[in-house]
């Protein structure tokens, strides 16, 4: 058998990069309003306020990114488009990561660990404290159960129990709703509504019909078979 030359390696990359590249870009892409916020943190270019930039940039992110994760199903429902499923999982990771760093950047820097204070606020007096905890804490066990081996364990139960993650969408859209001044709701209200639409598109038969319309749009699109004998079309 012959050694493996110098050359395989560069080749075996490129080719992988060639396979993957939906998925690297997408993850990529995920990825970089955390490092653009790290960047300036690092800087020290967050403003005024850095905790509140902090917060509300990674609590946005979160949204968006989980948003992105729920809207690669409907994207495949309406135009067919198979490769963005290969991201639906990193992306739902990702938005795990920007909430668990909206929480620790609200009990760390914003309240300074102080418990029950936190407490207070969120049972009493602000209650989309308590709406985003709950969000977080439902991505938690989807987060640690997203891999191959916890699908096996869990067979049936963990496509139901990854169904969650519609409730916690809802619980994030309410969160960012609830704490939103009157003046400043139009765009909680959008996501809202982005997120009503991603979940009718999985109603069965909103997403029987839309498969349908889309299989007859293919379907019309296809040249008809020439007869035998028929001379092509002139060019």
Known sequence: MSERTSGDA???KAQGWRQHWFW??????????L????????????GVDPVNTINNETGRAALIVLFLSLACTPLNILFGLRKVLTVRKSLGLIAFVYA???LANFIALDYAFA????????????????????ALLILAPLAITSTRGWMRRLG????RLHQLVYVAG???????????KAAERDEPLLYAAVLTF????RVPPVRHWLVMQRTRFHRHKLPLPRAVGQPKPAE
């Open 10 to 12: 560069p080749r075996s």
């Open 24 to 33: 690297w870009t997408v993850t990529l892409g995920a990825l970089a309003p």
């Open 35 to 46: 490092a653009w916020l790290g960047w300036r943190a690092w800087q020290g270019a967050l």
């Open 100 to 102: 668990a760093l909206h």
């Open 115 to 134: 418990f029950d204070l936190i407490l207070h606020d969120a049972v009493l007096t602000m209650p989309y404290i308590l709406a985003g905890s709950l």
């Open 156 to 159: 049936r139960n963990w496509k």
């Open 170 to 180: 809802v619980l994030a859209v309410l969160h960012f709703l609830w704490q939103a």
């Open 198 to 201: 991603l979940l009718l598109v």
